[in-house]
């Protein structure tokens, strides 16, 4: 197993995931097979309980762990599936090696954050690393390490102190360290170095030395600046690699291709160069002929907290050569002629009662106009109780999440009197059953597929016949629980309980968002 370990300095933001992932499609290029792993510091055993509007999106896996949203980008970039073993947090560490000392496990010995908490870290990423099989039967070649926050920080020492012995374990070869670092512009247009230096002997004071520095700016770093950042920082000239804002985060391997990376990382890796296969950029590179505007109505005002859909409306849009432009719409705050001028409108999910009455007023305007429309989750289920309330009769509709009425979604049997909030939804892959006549078979060219999750409540049983009978159909199912619906006299009304957009990939875009931006397309040409 080969390691690269990605670390960052000056400031958090910069990019250190969307590298991480550029340089493991970079490597899955020259046919190599990768995995990865996410070390994030904070004392949260994983990502499910943290505020969205403050950490970003909480990505699921198909395992049900609830993770970091780099986890995202590196499942898109290099096309592969993760587990909750990727996604490394201090809780996770901590809570782990306490439970071995209580256990008895390290034979009386007094436990500290050396060898005990570096040990546990070291033996995590390894264990990630080589139990790690792709789909079709392979074991990772090479794992990218990227390590959270920035040289310096807290919370991070024992982790890049883990790293450091790793370095000294598996050495030049297998080892390389890649550090992330910002260089601003000056009100003259000069690229600063200094915060690029001080950051590296931030990083030397720690034991460790980077081989190569990705420059992070707004302006392409000159080969004078590149010669500056060498001679300061102990590096070759062609191991600085500027990495310039891109339009679009696909493009990043790309350019990094341009400015030499595996020219360096290669060699550094000890691994033959080999011809790229570079099919993945003429796929993420496809040109536009069209263009439509989809309103997304958020609870949260962050566009992070939403990212996968953002992704899997770009994926969908290039399978289409339609550019996909996004209408962010405080659920709260919209008109109706916002509505009207989208060509169409996504529901995402989300938790709490703030928004919701926005929201189910943006679905009953989409079920009487016929105008194309995407939920997802929350969204499905507010797609039920608006037309109970509406159609059925039930004026007094609603999710017992939300409070008295009549409660057309509820809560999930298993988890009745669940105390723990962590980790105990409905997570991860499960099977879902297409009717075969339905809009989503058609998409998806399957009646069995399988799709994340991540909810407490459900479709309540006693209401399906019911609510079927007006005509929204729910095509979609798992035993008693239902998955989708759809209305069969709309261009497109659709609705998933589970996320699509999580199993999104740019060269396999997810079914329901191709059939959503069609319908868009579609929509956008009538008022044409």
Not at 174 to 181: E, N, P
Not at 257 to 267: F, S, T
Not at 385 to 401: C, H, L, M, P, Q
């Amino acid at each position: 197993m080969k390691y690269v370990v990605v670390t960052g300095g000056v400031m958090s933001g910069l990019g250190k995931g969307i590298t991480a992932a550029s340089i493991g499609r970079i490597l899955i290029n020259r046919g190599y097979h990768v995995t990865s792993v996410k070390i994030d510091p904070y004392l949260n055993i994983d990502a499910g309980l943290m505020n969205p509007a403050q950490h970003g999106e909480v990505f699921v896996l198909k395992d049900g762990g609830e993770a970091d949203l780099d986890l995202g980008n590196y499942e898109r970039f290099l096309d592969i599936e993760l587990t909750k073993d990727h996604n490394l947090t201090t809780g996770k560490i901590y809570s782990s090696v306490i439970q071995k000392e209580r256990h008895g496990d390290y034979l009386g010995a007094t436990v500290q954050i050396i060898p005990h908490i570096t040990d546990e870290i070291k033996d995590r990423i390894k264990t990630a690393a080589e139990s790690w099989i792709d789909k079709d039967g392979n074991h990772a070649e090479i794992c990218i390490v990227e390590v959270g926050g920035t040289v310096g920080d807290i919370e991070s020492m024992p982790f890049l102190e883990a790293v450091r012995q790793m370095h000294w374990e598996y050495g030049n070869g297998d080892f390389v360290l890649v550090h992330v670092t910002l260089l601003p512009a000056d009100t003259m247009g000069d690229l600063k170095t200094k915060p690029t230096q001080h950051s590296v002997k931030a990083l030397r004071e720690l034991g460790l030395e980077a081989d190569l520095i990705v420059g992070r700016s707004t302006l392409p770093v000159s080969l004078a600046t590149k010669r500056k950042i060498s001679s300061f920082c102990d590096v070759d000239v062609s191991a600085v690699i500027s990495a310039t804002t891109a339009p679009d985060t696909y493009l990043v391997p790309m350019e990094l291709e341009k400015e030499g990376m595996a020219d360096v990382l290669l060699p550094l890796l000890k691994l033959s160069p080999g011809k790229p296969d570079n099919s993945w950029y003429s796929l993420v590179s496809r040109e536009y002929t069209n263009r439509i505007t989809v309103g997304i109505l958020t609870k949260y005002g962050v566009e992070d907290v939403y990212i996968s859909i953002k992704e899997a409306l770009k994926h969908a849009g290039r399978k289409l050569s339609t550019e996909v432009v996004i209408q962010w719409l405080d659920a709260e705050q919209y008109t109706t002629q916002d509505l009207a001028d989208l060509d169409g409108i996504l529901i995402p999910g989300g938790f709490g009662n703030r928004g919701i009455e926005g929201m189910i007023n943006a679905i009953t305007y989409a079920r009487q106009t016929g105008k194309p429309l995407l939920g997802l989750c929350l969204g499905f289920q507010l797609c039920t109780i608006e037309f109970a309330r509406n159609v059925v009769g039930y004026k007094d509709a609603t999710s017992s999440e939300m409070g008295d009425g009549t409660p057309v979604i509820t809560i999930l049997p298993e988890q009745e009197g669940v105390d723990d909030l962590g980790g105990t939804m409905r997570l991860g892959d499960y099977p879902v059953n297409l009717a075969a006549d339905s809009k989503l078979a058609e998409l998806y060219g399957a009646t069995e597929i399988v799709e994340r999750h991540r909810h407490r409540y459900e479709v309540n049983p006693e209401y399906i016949d019911e609510i079927e009978s007006k005509g929204l159909r729910f095509c979609g199912r798992n035993g008693r629980r239902m998955e989708a619906l759809e209305l069969s006299d709309h261009p497109y009304f659709v609705a998933t309980q589970f996320h699509p957009e999580f199993r999104s990939r740019p060269t396999r875009p997810s079914a329901p968002f191709v059939g959503f931006v069609q319908g868009c397309l579609d929509n956008h040409n009538r008022k044409v």
